[in-house]
């Protein structure tokens, strides 16, 4: 599982596109099994990373509030910085989605961690893609506090080629709003010292200051020079830049009155702003339709959830029916079980005080003829000697009459 983490890790941080999801599948489920709360944070990120390199704009949104909802704030060992990648990668898919409010909703929040994790360039970073939502919402009043905010905060750490580089998005407001001293200084900066000085002349971003060059020339009516640029976008592979070239060509040919060329680029622009559009729509409507897949996938397994939760809980029911049927029985059978015992107890009881009355009463009995023998050899004694104290008394009164005879 780590060994899969790291390299998926690695892919990730030297931007080599992912392919498959199959090994951080295998790598979510081992993390789930065996890993720490971290591992499934930081398995589940990257699984999210995969299918965005795939193109699978809600199933990448949906590992990465998985890998949100996984997170514990409240460990002393939490990961702020990883939570913080997460909630900016999630950013950057509404940015592409044109859900640029909930995409300023999770750089606020991935801004916030990466400043909890005191990664301060993290933190202004991811600050000024909040820029980039801004401009997409025409918000451009938003755009250049967000954008110069940036900036000053890179330029505090001596970062100045980065720093210069968030002068884009000011330099098109400007350039849009005419105000034109104030866009030629942040222009020099951002040809000559930011990080676009830097890159190939053909990468795009480089070349996008060509277009930004022709709209100055093309408002300070350096007109030679604006047809020169335009042109050379005009030429270019990049559908954005060919469209900014025609369009730029369009505006220098209406100023200079030139119908015939006015029209050509007119043209030009709308046939392939309408190309880009139906591309753009087709784009959309697959992420629609993904979109609908994935909430029909999700709805699915939420009702398979909700049954298992119901199984779950009836089962969770049925066991505790049986648990207090069980504990009743027992109950049941060691009160009926102590009243049995009380009951022998109390028949031993009576049993042992009848057998004490039978012995004394057997005792008793048993004495009978003793004491008769005892009783009669005392009466016959009594009646000896009775019969002894009746002659002596006769012959007493025998001779109390003799006596008395001569006198009568």
């Not at 750089?107 to 939502?133: C, F, M, P, V």
């Not at 030679?224 to 025609?246: M, V």
């Not at 050899?377 to 019969?387: D, F, R, V």
Request: hydrophobic share 40%; charged share 20%.
């Amino acid at each position: 599982m780590e060994r899969l983490l790291a390299e998926a890790d690695s892919m990730n941080r030297h931007y080599v596109a992912f392919t498959t999801d199959t090994a951080l599948q295998r790598a979510v489920r081992l993390a789930d099994r065996h890993g720490s709360n971290h591992d499934r944070v930081r398995a589940r990120y990257l699984l999210g990373c995969a299918y965005r390199d795939m193109g699978e704009a809600p199933q990448a949104l949906d590992c990465y509030h998985q890998a949100i909802d996984l997170a514990d704030t409240t460990r002393a060992d939490c990961d702020y910085l990883l939570l913080s990648k997460i909630h900016g990668q999630a950013g950057d898919l509404f940015q592409r989605q044109g859900l640029s409010r909930n995409a300023i909703n999770e750089y606020r929040l991935g801004e916030k961690l990466a400043w909890h994790a005191k990664d301060t360039l993290t933190a202004i970073l991811i600050h000024g893609q909040i820029g980039n939502s801004y401009f997409d919402m025409y918000d451009y009043d938003s755009v250049l506090v967000v954008s110069y905010q940036t900036r000053n905060l890179l330029l505090s750490r001596g970062d100045t080629l980065r720093g210069n580089t968030f002068l884009a998005h000011p330099i098109s407001v400007h350039l849009a709003r005419e105000e034109y001293s104030k866009a030629k200084p942040l222009l020099y900066l951002y040809q000559h010292k930011s990080e676009v000085a830097d890159t190939c002349l053909n990468d795009p971003n480089y070349k996008m200051l060509y277009n930004y060059m022709g709209c100055y020339a093309l408002g300070t009516e350096d007109y030679g020079t604006a047809s020169r640029l335009f042109h050379q976008l005009s030429r270019e592979d990049e559908a954005y830049l060919k469209l900014c070239g025609y369009l730029g060509l369009y505006n220098l040919y209406k100023r200079q009155g030139l119908t015939d060329s006015c029209f050509i680029f007119g043209d030009k622009y709308i046939s392939l702003n309408d190309s880009v559009i139906r591309q753009w729509e087709q784009g959309h409507v697959q992420n629609v339709q993904g979109l609908y897949n994935y909430q029909r996938h999700r709805q699915q397994a939420e009702q398979k959830a909700l049954e298992a939760n119901a199984l779950r809980y009836w089962l969770i029911s049925v066991t505790a029916v049986l648990a207090i049927v069980v504990l009743f029985s027992i109950s049941f059978f060691f009160l009926y079980r102590l009243y049995v015992r009380a009951r022998m107890a109390a028949a031993r009881n009576a049993y042992i005080m009848a057998m004490v009355e039978y012995l004394r009463l057997k005792s008793i009995i048993l004495s009978l003829p003793t004491q008769n023998a005892y009783l009669l050899e005392n009466l016959t004694q009594a009646s000896t000697n009775a019969g002894r104290q009746e002659g002596t008394g006769f012959l007493g009164s025998e001779r109390q009459i003799a006596s008395v005879a001569p006198y009568s």
